[in-house]
């Protein structure tokens, strides 16, 4: 593998992602919403109105150490807003990676057909290893970079708002520690390899943006079935499910290596 190239393809996805506000924008309205505006707007409805339309969140309490930490609180308005933003926002983060991973996995490789970029870089001496590998990265590393930024910032906007309530950090906690550094990079993994085998498929970047969003839905489905109280999504359920996952994205990388050539791709440039 040409370590050269592989950065130099990375570097060069990574520019287009720039120059591409379609791409680029939703990378960033997510995160500020997810980051920001939510936990900002919760916290401050429980600090001003109170925690009585929220009192219903407690008969969902994790049994972990989290539980516990919140049945340790003093007053009803600190146990909904550590319940609200240490344990039912933890698998909105979730589709951060997801949708990131799936936008510019997108841009990277279906996005080549439209731009008649793709054939120059088939018939240059990269071998598909390198190529392969450097469009990952180009996925991979910002869609990492955003989830941590956001992360950052929502660590900043739930101390501060929340301080005068507890007079304390209470961010991050050991479920978002094992998120951001276990379960994030596998799922962002898992949206990257998926949609390079939607892409290699699609004429261009919008049917495979659109096919490739699909890969939110068992997120979707994990949030409802926590607010329903169905899933606890707490530290095991975190852990397990990265490993899940973890396998997942080595399944789907081995078939990817089988299945995926210089021919086959060439063949879904020109079709």
Known sequence: MNKQAMWAIAAKDIRAIRNSIQVWLPMLIVP??????????????VRYSGAGDFAKMLESLPTDALGAAITAL????Q????????YFCVPL????????????????????????????????????????VGKVLSAFLPAMAISLLCF?????????????????????TINWVIIILWT?????????????????????FQEAYQMGG???????ALVLGQALGAIAVDVRLLLWG?????????????FIRSRFDRNQLFESQVS
């Open 32 to 45: 500020l919403i997810m980051g920001a505006v939510m936990p900002a707007g919760l916290i401050l409805g």
């Open 74 to 77: 003093d007053s009803l308005d």
């Open 79 to 86: 146990q909904v807003v550590y319940l609200i933003v240490n």
């Open 93 to 132: 983060f979730l589709l951060i990676p997801l949708m990131l991973s799936s936008t510019i996995t997108a841009n990277s490789f279906a996005a080549e057909k439209e731009r008649k970029t793709l054939e120059s870089l088939l018939f240059s001496p990269v071998d598909i290893p390198t190529l392969f």
């Open 152 to 172: 950052v910032l929502y660590g900043v906007v739930v101390n501060v708002l929340a301080y005068p309530l507890f007079e304390r950090l209470i961010f991050p």
């Open 184 to 204: 994030i990079p596998s799922i962002a993994l898992f949206g990257i390899f998926i949609n390079v085998i939607i892409s290699a498929r699609v004429k261009g």
């Open 214 to 220: 699909l890969v939110v839905l068992p997120v979707i």
């Open 242 to 254: 990265g490993l899940v996952v973890f396998a997942i994205d080595v399944a789907l990388l081995r």
